[in-house]
RNA sequence: GGCGAGGUAGCCAAGUGGUAAGGCCGGGCUCUGCAAAAGCUCUAUCGCGGGUUCGAUUCCCGCCCUCGCCUCCA
């Protein structure tokens, strides 16, 4: 597989560093309120990327981090007068059932800052000891930036910019730094962070936000792992920052390739949680649409170009682009689906165990190839399309047809996509009433009896259902 | 100001040095008592101006515009 890597910018092939399995991190979700979509938008795209090479063969070690002592998950546990852990745990299960119901597959390991304290501490005391930390007198200990030749080089900052402090953001220098560009290893116990101190050798305080990713890597993944990832705004500092501590400390370099995916847009601008612009999964169910059509939607575009996710008019209205085509389109593949697999004769929809074993096929192969190339999810959804147009199950033989049906399942896993199911597969679902009355109308049709057939379909209508008569007989879909 | 990404049909969005995938919407056709559904089908001189080239949307230069980061951020 192929990957745009953000230190060198350029493509690379990836390859497990140990010839075996590839072993990476992603920086999770800071653990305060409902994660938004934009933040699933980088975390659906990493499970994608996963996806992706376990499918083309790859074992594959994913740690994601939750981040559950920062100074928002404090601050909002004490507004709540809830204790720390009881305050993360909540937005962490939380975070877990959207996962689950975007369908994206669990790391296999998910450590907390909070149950590493003593890994970053040993951190802290291994840069001190190296000259690259520092304490100040409150208690503190920070990071010297100018001790790190290698500062700044995957965000292409130099350093002289950094010291004289280039950017027109106020810097809330609340703690003793000697530079405007060092930050916190350690933060000094601050009485409004309440119980939330450990000890330490500098004494009581909590972790820097920056440094439980290093220490944690450490710990899971070693001096050295296959490939990092994130949001494009983590590139500067927190990956910065991660590449200084870690590679100070370690003496190698931390990961091999940088993986970066760009943010979700609302009318143009970045959807955040600070600019209150910002969608949850559950927002939009309550809306009316699946997990499935926001899993469609947020994958739709390449991971390097900015998606608009939501478009407003003059009038402020808001709309949804990308989520209103996703339903038609899933649909479609799904009767595509269905059509192959009657025709290759297969029972039920394989997992993802099963598929892991199919043959990729002609058919699809196209749509699979887009996915190791750079992670090309829009290429790999034209070419699904493409091949759905261009071979018709009908004309295929059963041994073509099931070809088909593996190839296209192994694209399907690849984006992570679970296929609707259509509504003729909800007959039990149909109330009685409407039943009858659309035998009724039946029988009327049969008869040739257009005014009693369209007023029962008329009562059929405002008990909630839609007729849709077919060759063989009709179908009752429910309205909206 | 520095760094980075980008401007492709009504909307969303790929891609290529040889006249541009795909999805949605809309139009047409087939089917149908009608309708719906479904299937088929139609819709773009690729931000502007130069340059290189037999040929550029694709490479180079300039300009305009949009967005992100510049120590809260997926």
């Not at 499918?55 to 004490?78: A, M």
């Not at 870690?246 to 970045?270: I, P, Q, R, Y």
């Not at 099963?354 to 699809?364: I, L, N, T």
């Not at 694209?411 to 996509?417: D, E, S």
């Amino acid at each position: 597989m192929r990957l745009y890597d953000t230190m060198s910018r350029e493509i690379r092939e990836l390859a497990p560093g140990d010839g075996k399995e590839f072993r990476f991190y992603c920086c999770g979700p800071t653990v305060y309120g409902p994660a938004h979509i934009g933040n699933f938008r980088t975390f659906l795209l990493q499970d994608v990327f996963r996806r992706t090479l376990e499918l083309s063969g790859l074992d594959t070690f994913h740690v994601r981090n939750l981040t559950d002592v920062d100074d928002k998950t404090i601050r909002d546990s004490q507004a709540e007068g809830k204790p720390l852990k009881e305050f993360t745990g909540f937005w962490t299960d939380r975070f877990h059932i959207d996962c689950s119901a975007l369908n994206m597959l669990e790391p296999h390991r998910e450590p907390g800052a909070v149950d590493h304290i003593p890994h970053q501490i040993e951190m802290i005391r291994d840069l001190v000891e190296k000259g690259h930390a520092y304490s100040s007198e409150d208690g503190s200990v920070y990071y010297k930036v100018s001790s790190f030749e290698k500062y700044g080089r995957l965000s292409r900052l130099d350093q002289r910019e950094l010291r004289a402090g280039a950017s027109n953001a106020v810097v809330n220098d609340e703690y003793e730094k000697d530079q405007v560009a060092d930050f916190a290893l350690w933060k000094g116990r601050r009485k409004e962070d309440g119980d939330n101190y450990w000890d330490s050798p500098w004494g009581e305080g909590r972790p820097g936000w920056h440094l439980e990713c290093s220490a944690m890597c450490r710990e899971y993944l070693g001096d050295s792992f296959d490939l990092h990832s994130g949001g494009v705004d983590l590139i500067f500092p927190h990956h910065e920052n991660e590449i200084a501590q870690s590679e100070a400390c370690n003496g190698a370099t931390m990961a091999d390739h940088w993986f970066h995916l760009t943010h979700l847009l609302v009318d143009g601008g970045k959807m955040s949680k600070s600019a209150n612009n910002f969608y949850t999964l559950t927002g939009l169910i309550e809306k009316g649409f699946s997990a499935a059509e926001v899993r469609f939607a947020l994958i739709c575009a390449s991971y390097r170009q900015p998606l608009n996710f939501v478009a407003k008019d003059g009038d402020g209205k808001e709309s949804f682009p990308a989520l209103n085509s996703a339903r038609q389109a899933l649909e479609r593949i799904a009767r595509y689906e269905e059509a192959l697999r009657e025709k290759a004769g297969v029972d039920g929809l394989p997992d993802w165990e099963q598929v892991k074993a199919f043959e990729k096929g002609e058919v699809f192969a196209g749509a699979f190839a887009a996915l190791e190339n750079d992670l090309n999810t829009p290429e790999t959804l034209g070419q699904v399309f493409s091949a759905i147009k261009r071979k018709k199950p009908e004309e295929m033989d059963s041994r073509e047809a099931k070809d088909a049906w593996q190839g296209l399942h192994i694209t399907l896993a690849g984006l992570g996509l679970k296929l609707p199911e259509l509504s003729s597969a909800a007959v039990q679902d149909i109330p009685a009433e409407v039943r009858e009355l659309a035998e009724k109308r039946s029988v009327a049709r049969t008869n040739r009896e257009w005014e009693e057939s369209d007023r029962l379909r008329d009562e059929i209508a405002a008990l909630g259902w839609e007729v849709k008569d077919g060759k063989e007989g009709f179908e009752l879909c429910p309205i909206n």
